[in-house]
């Protein structure tokens, strides 16, 4: 059993690319999420999901966007990216809102 | 915002006591979580409380006081493997029944 998985681990990329990192779960889980961790920042969410179709805004979703068109996975894009969204993403899953959270090992992203 | 505080870093020897304080809005209250992290690792789920008093489980235990917004997670005979982060999530102020993380608390156990 996976449980939840994240890719790519790390990744370099140049200002104004576009990326997608990939999340998936095997949990059956409803509710999934995005967050970002930056030094004395903690853990900030930026987009959620309760169930698959339906997507929402967290605590600091500009440049981001996020689809989930099945319950097992939900990638996170950022359409031009910027060097401050330099952070370590995770990526996380519940069975419902305001549950445990399992989370993923995590994407290092460096925007130059 | 960052509604859930939280203390920064302590540091304690093998087989102490630590106590890491959490407090959190009252408003759209469904629980408070812990999660240990260690460096350069994800998150993991520690406790979960949702009534007042304290919870137990093995040399981990966290207490609730609901009407003062108040946790704290309780290490006790501490081991070298408990060096990590712990944090605090409870309801955000942005509501839609979300969970804000606090900060975290840096433990550092020294021999």
């Known amino acids: 059993i996976a449980g939840i998985t994240q890719a790519p681990t790390s990744q370099i990329l140049a200002a104004g690319r576009r990326m997608t990192l990939r999340c998936t779960q095997d949990?059956?889980?409803?509710?999934m999420y995005w967050y970002r961790q930056d030094l004395g920042l903690g853990l900030r969410l930026i987009h959620y999901s309760n169930t698959a179709g339906t997507t929402g805004k967290g605590e600091v979703p500009d440049g981001y966007s996020v689809s989930r068109a099945n319950t097992d996975d939900f990638p996170l894009t950022l359409a031009s990216a910027v060097p401050s969204q330099t952070s370590v993403y995770f990526c996380a899953s519940s069975t419902s809102s305001y549950n445990e959270q399992f989370f993923g090992p995590g994407t290092r992203l460096t925007v130059l | 915002g960052q509604n859930i505080d939280q203390p920064t870093e302590m540091t304690a020897t093998e087989g102490a006591i630590v106590q890491i304080n959490c407090t959190y809005q009252t408003s759209g209250f469904n629980g408070l979580f812990w999660y240990q992290q260690h460096a350069g690792e994800a998150p993991t789920f520690l406790s979960y409380n949702v009534l007042d008093g304290l919870e137990e489980k093995g040399r981990f235990s966290s207490f609730l006081s609901r009407s003062k917004g108040y946790s704290y997670l309780l290490l006790k005979e501490l081991q070298m493997k408990d060096s990590a982060s712990y944090l605090c999530?409870?309801?955000?102020?942005?509501?839609?029944?979300?969970?804000?993380f606090g900060k975290g608390n840096q433990v550092v156990v020294i021999p």
């Open positions: 999530a409870g309801p955000a102020v942005y509501g839609n029944n979300r969970l804000a």
């Open positions: 949990m059956r889980h409803n509710a």
